[in-house]
C-alpha cells in the first residue's frame, strides 16, 4: 500500500476524527514497531467490547503489533467473541460466514497475488476454535492441504464463548462449561498436530504472558506463508465469563496452567521455513 493512502489530503486535517488523525500521525504503518514499543504509539486496536480480562482481547491486540505489514495487511475473521473487535481494527478486514473463513482467505490470496504480481500482500485468518477447528475444520484443514500460502490464527479459549459457553473440540476433557453440565466426554482436539501433518510448514503455539514470545510467532508465521508456504499458530486466549475467574487472574491462570503442564508452548519449522526465517533474521542483525 502506498503511504499516500493513509495520509490525510491537505486541507481536511481539521474535519477528520481525532482518531484517525492520531492514527495518521502517531500509529505503526511504514513503522517497524513491536510489543516492546507498546505505549510509545498509536495501536491497531485500544478501545473494543469485549469482557474484562478477556485473555482472546489481549492476544488480538499482541498480534495486530506483532503484523510485519500492517499497511498491506487484509484480516479474515469469523463469527465470534473476535468479530465483535474487528469493527474497532485499523487494518482492512473481512468478516466471513462462520466456518469457511480459509476459503475465503484463499479466494483472496490468489486474487490480490494476480492483480499485484511481485508485492506483500499478507492474508491473515483469525479465528476462534469453534470457527478453526470445529465447525470451519474442512475449509481450514483443506487450505493447508492444498499448501495455501496464508498465515491461520487461532484465539483459543476452550469453548464457545459468544454463544454462552457450549463445549469446542479445544475444551478440555471434563470441562464443566454453563451449556456442557456433565462435563466434557473426549479430549482437547491436539490441533498443532494436525497442521504439522496437513502440510504447515510453521506451527507455533504461544500465549498473551510471553508478549515477545506470542509476537515471533506471529511474525515468523505470516513471513513462513509469504514465500513457502500455509502456517499456523494457536494462541491460548482463556475467557473469564464462561470459565469463572477473575478478569484480574487472566494472566497467572495461563502461566499455572503452562506449569501444570496442560498447556505448553512449542514451534516446529520445516528445513525449508528454517531455512527461510534464518536467512531473514541474519539480515536484520
Known amino acids: 500500500m502506498k503511504s499516500d493512502l493513509w495520509q490525510i ?19 505503526p504503518f511504514g513503522k517497524k514497531l513491536g510489543v516492546a514499543d507498546m505505549g510509545t ?15 482472546l482481547a489481549l492476544s488480538l491486540r ?11 495487511t487484509i484480516i ?6 473476535s468479530s465483535l473487535a474487528f469493527p474497532q481494527v485499523s487494518v482492512h478486514n473481512i468478516h466471513s460466514l462462520f466456518g469457511n473463513q480459509n476459503a475465503v482467505a484463499t479466494g483472496l490470496k490468489r486474487a490480490l497475488s494476480l492483480r499485484f504480481p511481485g508485492q506483500v500482500k499478507d492474508v491473515v485468518v483469525i479465528a476462534g476454535d469453534g470457527a478453526t477447528c470445529d465447525i470451519g475444520l474442512e475449509a481450514v484443514v483443506h487450505s493447508w492441504f492444498r499448501g495455501e500460502k496464508l498465515a491461520t490464527i487461532m484465539l483459543d479459549n476452550e469453548a464457545y464463548a459468544n454463544t454462552g459457553g457450549q463445549e469446542s473440540g479445544m475444551s478440555r476433557i471434563g470441562t464443566v462449561l454453563n ?8 479430549s482437547k482436539v491436539n490441533f ?13 503455539v504461544a500465549e498473551p504472558s510471553r508478549p515477545k514470545r506470542l509476537e515471533q510467532a506471529v511474525r515468523r508465521a505470516i513471513l ?10 494457536q494462541l491460548f486466549t482463556p475467557c473469564p465469563t464462561n470459565y469463572k475467574f477473575k478478569p484480574s ?7 499455572k496452567r503452562e506449569q501444570e503442564g496442560v498447556f505448553q508452548t512449542m514451534e516446529y519449522l520445516s528445513p525449508e521455513a528454517e531455512a527461510y526465517i534464518k536467512q531473514i533474521e541474519e539480515a536484520k542483525r
Open 9 to 27: 489530503s491537505p486541507g481536511f486535517e481539521e474535519v477528520m476524527p481525532a482518531e484517525y488523525r492520531e492514527l495518521v500521525d502517531n500509529g
Open 41 to 55: 504509539f498509536k495501536e491497531l486496536l485500544e478501545e473494543h467490547p469485549l469482557c474484562a480480562g478477556c485473555g
Open 62 to 72: 499482541l498480534t495486530l503489533i506483532a503484523l510485519p505489514n500492517p499497511e498491506d
Open 76 to 81: 479474515v475473521g469469523a463469527t465470534g467473541c
Open 179 to 186: 451449556m456442557a453440565p456433565q462435563g466434557k466426554k473426549f
Open 192 to 204: 498443532p498436530e494436525i497442521a504439522k501433518a496437513a502440510g504447515c510448514a510453521y506451527v507455533a
Open 224 to 233: 513462513v506463508a509469504r514465500e513457502i508456504g500455509p502456517a499456523y499458530v
Open 249 to 255: 487472574e487472566t494472566l497467572s491462570l495461563i502461566k
